[in-house]
């Protein structure tokens, strides 16, 4: 059904499928199950083991499609690196970032499992959930380099973000927003109740998944907390501007309000996910 035709607002949803299963098109997913999952492992291999100029090229000849909006941004002038604000589609996100601007990058996570750890191809860097220790973490992690947060702690399948955590805004000065979206046709590469270090699978499992990064501006020096704003206005302030580059809707929903409602619990991963 077409969005505009939805009875009501529709925010969260699981499940893997990206299409609605008549008979014709459930009978196409399962003849294309074997070269799916070929391509997935491929594009994997593709994207951990080469260097970028080659990912790239391998990737987009394999069906990935990379759209990129913006430039990268100018080195910090305080000495530490510069933190790149991201809207969360899926786990891939800091991955397609730092592919995009071909630099290694940092991303700081809440929750990622093992297995997720071990194949991402970029430094990851779990939180507690502690706000002293991850503003800590944080800080000594953008004095080593620039990092990757995507503050709505959650992915979300629908144009809509959630609300920001307002940490990040405490801790730079050095803000730079990227809107990030995707699409895909046949698998989602999201869950909420199934196994999520195999989100980066079925996501690269379908024939031509697509990635958009939109690098903004830096934050003006005025909208940050070094001009004054609070960490609330400053995530705000982040998060409408990401959703007008986008065409998304803001919301108040927060990652908690997205597990309650589809899996039950409060979204911890355990390291067997």
Known sequence: MPRERYPEALVFHDGRLAFLPTPAATLSMFMWLPIGIFLAL????VGICLPYN???LLGVGSGVNIRVKGSAPKKS????GVLHVCTHRT????VFLSTSLKKPLTAVTYSLSTMSEIMAPIRTVR???????DGETMQRLLREGDLVVCPEGTTCREPYLLRFSSLFAELADEIVPVAMNTNVTMFYGTTASGLKCLDPVFFLMNPRP???VHIL???PREMTCA??????????YLQRQLAAALGFECTSLTRRDKYLMLAGNEGVVNDKR
């Open 91 to 94: 786990l891939l996100d800091p």
């Open 217 to 219: 501006e830096k934050v």
């Open 77 to 80: 002038l305080n000495g530490k």
């Open 210 to 212: 697509s990635y958009s």
């Open 42 to 45: 491929f594009r994997l291999f």
């Open 227 to 236: 001009g004054g704003k609070t960490g609330h206005e400053v995530a705000n």
């Open 54 to 56: 080659l990912s790239i």
């Open 127 to 133: 939180l507690s959930r502690d706000r002293r220790r």
